[in-house]
């Protein structure tokens, strides 16, 4: 189960890496009016938004993993084998 997750935390990293920088804003020129920034920067702002509630879904996703392993009860370990008793 932990390599699983741990796993599963390495494709997130990926994924949310991958989501914010196609969420910045890659332009090689400024631009001329301020309705042209606003368009510019509002877009990248919603995406960048987005990728924020996924994080924070994904840090309640790991709290609430961490508290079942924490609480789950583990396998009852078994009595050690005793010798048999000479009569």
């Not at 990293?13 to 400024?30: D, E, H, K, N, Q």
Request: aromatic share 14%; proline share 7%.
């Amino acid at each position: 189960m932990i390599k699983f997750l741990a796993v599963l935390r390495t494709l997130f990293l990926l994924f949310i890496i991958g989501y914010t920088v196609r969420a910045m804003p890659w332009f090689s020129t400024v631009p001329r009016t301020f309705d042209e920034q606003y368009a510019r920067c509002s877009g990248s702002v919603d995406l960048l938004i987005r990728a924020v509630w996924i994080a924070v879904a994904w840090i309640a996703f790991e709290t609430a993993v961490g508290w079942w392993m924490a609480t789950r009860t583990g396998k009852v370990a078994a009595a050690p084998p005793t010798a048999p008793s000479r009569p």
